[in-house]
């Protein structure tokens, strides 16, 4: 069964690693696919993601076609879906609802409610001061040492 969550923003997406580095400690233990086409980029509209650690956890983000800034979440588990959302709309300043209408939006405080098996607070420390935050489309790998010239 597949369980759906809408976020609506119009902001740029945080750097798709960042939302690895949400998911999990260790961003090499998430399987992605996408349409980023600069690593650093914050202008994606899909998103894949796969838990490589937990059987049956994925979820793919997408924008919708009706409305250019609602992406629905469709996730294997509700809770993870959640888990994603509250992230998502941390970073982009978004409503979060259950349809596309957004008729009926959800209070942060009031999803957190509904994610007991996520530590939220250990996965807002871990983004709050992750690498990936420096990233840019010029310098995609800031961990990485420049190239020197002998």
């Known amino acids: 069964m597949e369980y759906y969550i809408y976020f609506k923003t119009s902001k740029l997406r945080p750097d798709f690693r960042l ?7 260790n961003i090499h233990n998430v399987d992605t696919e996408g349409d980023s086409h600069n690593p ?3 202008e994606w509209t899909w998103l894949y993601l796969s838990n490589r650690k937990i059987e049956n956890e994925y979820a793919e983000i997408v924008q919708t076609k009706q409305n250019s800034e609602v992406y629905e979440i469709e996730s294997s588990k509700a809770e993870f879906g959640y888990f994603l959302a509250y992230f998502l709309s941390i970073e982009t300043n978004a409503l ?16 957190k409610q509904k994610i007991a098996n996520y530590n939220i607070d250990k ?8 690498i990936w935050r420096k990233a840019t489309l010029e310098e ?11």
């Open 19 to 25: 939302v690895c580095e949400w998911v999990s400690e």
């Open 40 to 42: 650093a980029s914050k």
């Open 96 to 111: 979060i609802a259950f349809d596309d209408k957004f008729e009926k939006t959800i209070e942060l405080e009031d999803l």
């Open 123 to 130: 996965s807002l420390k871990r983004t709050e001061n992750s």
């Open 140 to 150: 995609p790998y800031p961990n990485e040492e420049p190239n020197c010239i002998i």
